[in-house]
């Protein structure tokens, strides 16, 4: 009980957090889940502008996308006592000047993910979403790469893409992903979940 009460403190304190408010187009609004329980984390990079908007994690076609990829449903997906969800980045962090959504604030991992991590001592599987993610975790390196030698990580680890509508064009041009990566990745998340 003492372990929830300090992760209900922890998360109280998350909810509050302006580090970044004057850096924020949209202002702060960190969007996790969490539960000591959980079995899965998914590590990713930042909320988009519609996950701002709803509070919920992976609430677009991104996350429609990565649930597939996975093999769960969303009540499965937003049970977090199966599935916690800890992006690099709590927080909206606005567009690139060129397009596409800005990189997560680098204040934020620094500042929460070991403090909240703490308070996972369930977890079988994570999934490194995206470069930003594998990079703070495994150091620089290629995504492609680290997705392609996915069992070099396995079973505690699952290197993928952002599951953004961009993957479709990656994907194509990586059909390895869809015959060797997704079965797997199915496969590590039922273990990890039974």
């Known amino acids: 009980m003492q372990r929830v009460k300090t992760l209900d403190s922890l998360l109280a304190e998350v909810r509050a957090c302006r580090m970044c408010a004057d850096d924020l187009p949209l202002g702060p609004r960190p969007v ?12 990713s990079q ?13 609430s677009d076609a991104s996350g429609d996308r990565l649930r597939e990829w996975m093999g769960v449903s969303e009540d ?14 709590l927080c909206y962090p ?12 680098a204040e934020c991992a620094p500042l929460w993910r070991d403090r909240l991590l703490a308070h996972l001592p369930d977890l079988r599987l994570t ?10 975790v ?9 997705v392609m ?3 070099d990580r396995l079973p505690a680890v ?3 893409p952002h599951p953004s509508w961009r993957s479709r064009h990656w994907a194509a041009q990586n059909p390895w992903f869809d015959a060797e990566v997704i079965p797997a990745l199915h496969d590590a998340v039922q273990r990890a979940l039974a």
Do not use: C, W
Request: no cysteine; aromatic share 8%; proline share 11%.
């Open 127 to 136: 999934l490194l979403i995206g470069t930003y993610a594998q990079n703070n």
């Open 76 to 89: 499965e997906f937003y049970d977090e006592r199966q599935v916690a969800i800890l992006p690099m980045g």
């Open 94 to 105: 606005g567009r690139l000047p060129g397009g596409g959504d800005a990189p997560p604030r």
């Open 158 to 160: 699952f290197p993928l």
């Open 32 to 43: 996790i889940q969490i539960s000591p329980a959980a079995r899965i984390l998914i590590a």
């Open 149 to 151: 030698n996915f069992k």
């Open 138 to 146: 495994l150091g620089a390196g290629k995504m492609t790469e680290r």
């Open 46 to 58: 930042a909320p988009g502008t519609k996950v701002h908007e709803s509070g919920v994690p992976f």
